[in-house]
């Protein structure tokens, strides 16, 4: 089988085709650690986000992001994932410059993992050290 390229990918603007089964499937693989429990609150979070963009393999979502932001000040870039297959694909990156764009002039934050540390040290992104969480509890 051939390796993707940018040309296999199209990226959406939207929520449309992002149902809360797509997405949890997309975040268990990739991985990304959300709860994906309650299908009501994952599509509230989508609703209620500013920006939200997807890649698509034909039919098939193989990328998200979602960022809220105050459009001239802050943005948080709360979810990014890509399916593991195609990885390595530029997907990653073709998200964080619609971001970029679509947030420019704004700081824009995010809570990285283990995975990804190296991929936002990689694109430019500045570490931080002095950010703080109050973490959700039990049901939240
Ligand atoms: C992190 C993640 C979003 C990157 O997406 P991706 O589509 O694989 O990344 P890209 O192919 O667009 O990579 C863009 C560049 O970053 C580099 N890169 C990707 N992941 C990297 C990593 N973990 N460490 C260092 N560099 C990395 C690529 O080599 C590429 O470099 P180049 O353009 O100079 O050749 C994806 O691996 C993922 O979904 N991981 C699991 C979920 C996760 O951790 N999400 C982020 C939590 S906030």
Redesign the pocket.
Known sequence: MQPASQDDFTLRDGIEGLTPPRIATLYRR???LRQTDSAKKLEQAYERSQLVLSVWQGERLV?VARVLTDGVQVSY?C????EPD?????????LIDEVMERCKGTELV????N??A??Y???GFTHVENGWVWEVKGEG
């Open positions: 990739a991985p990304l990328g870039l979810d990014l994932a890509v195609v990885q390595g694909s530029g997907i990653g990156r073709m995010l809570r990285d993992s995975l990804s190296g991929f040290e990689h694109l």
